[in-house]
């Protein structure tokens, strides 16, 4: 899941009552009867949808509230917390600094980026 988005459904382009797909990760507004979280829950046949605010689990179309630890890790992705001693280690230098063939230092790792339609070739 990706939740770095702008938060709106992905159909009526509307900010309000927006839950996430839990199995593919679209926006939609809802989850009434006609909805368009409930219906793309029939269409698609995925079932688990998250509360952009409040950070509730439902199973759709049933409706039903999902209380489940296991998903406290994407709840904590959703809204990320950082302490104070954790944002002040960003401005510590990493210890493990690479070298490139022609000597420039860099830091290891990998960086996500997002493909928004086809513009990685630009």
Same mark, same amino acid.
Do not use: W
């Given at each position: 899941?990706?939740?770095?988005?702008?938060?709106?459904?992905?159909?009526?382009?509307?900010?309000?009552?927006?839950?996430?797909?839990?199995?593919?990760?679209?926006?939609?507004?809802?989850?009434?009867?006609?909805?368009?979280?409930?219906?793309?829950?029939?269409?698609?046949?995925?079932?688990?949808?998250?509360?952009?605010?409040?950070?509730?689990?439902?199973?759709?179309?049933?409706?039903?509230?999902?209380?489940?630890?296991?998903?406290?890790?994407?709840?904590?992705?959703?809204?990320? /917390?950082?302490?104070?001693?954790?944002?002040?280690?960003?401005?510590?230098?990493?210890?493990?600094?690479?070298?490139?063939?022609?000597? /420039?230092?860099?830091?290891?790792?990998?960086?996500?980026?997002?493909?928004?339609?086809?513009?990685?070739?630009?």
């Amino acid at each position: 899941l990706d939740f770095d988005f702008e938060k709106v459904c992905s159909v009526s382009l509307s900010a309000t009552n927006v839950y996430a797909c839990v199995v593919c990760g679209k926006y939609f507004q809802g989850r009434g009867r006609n909805s368009h979280a409930y219906l793309h829950s029939l269409q698609q046949n995925h079932h688990v949808f998250i509360n952009l605010l409040s950070e509730k689990v439902y199973c759709l179309p049933d409706g039903y509230e999902v209380i489940d630890p296991s998903l406290s890790d994407i709840k904590r992705v959703l809204h990320p /917390k950082f302490s104070p001693q954790m944002i002040a280690k960003l401005d510590v230098p990493p210890a493990l600094m690479a070298r490139t063939l022609d000597g /420039k230092e860099y830091l290891p790792g990998v960086i996500g980026l997002n493909n928004l339609k086809y513009n990685d070739c630009l």
